[in-house]
């Protein structure tokens, strides 16, 4: 379910830069320029985000399996003594 949501995410941010890269007006000088340069560092920070958490969620999903296997063996293990 989570990375249905991080996927979704990446379309929408996909989507909100091809749509307003063309319309923002980098080259003007004063804060015109730097609000397009801040907006689209800010885009670039959610796409990394995103990236990032799709990357490392099977390994967050192995460490909650093992802690959680851990625990059953050890309520197995107070169960036959």
């Known amino acids: ?7 979704l995410s990446l ?3 996909a989507a909100l830069l ?3 890269v063309p ?4 080259t003007e000088d004063g804060l015109a320029g730097w ?3 801040a907006w689209l560092v800010l885009a670039l920070m959610a796409i990394g985000g995103n990236m990032a958490a799709i990357m490392y969620l099977p ?3 192995r ?4 802690v959680k296997l851990a625990e059953v063996k050890k ?7």
């Open 18 to 20: 091809y749509v307003a």
């Open 75 to 81: 309520v197995r293990l107070r169960q036959y003594q």
């Open 35 to 37: 609000f397009a340069i």
């Open 1 to 7: 379910m989570l990375k249905n949501r991080l996927l």
């Open 59 to 61: 390994k967050r999903k």
């Open 63 to 66: 460490i909650i399996n093992k």
């Open 23 to 26: 319309r923002l007006p980098m």
């Open 11 to 13: 379309l929408c941010i």
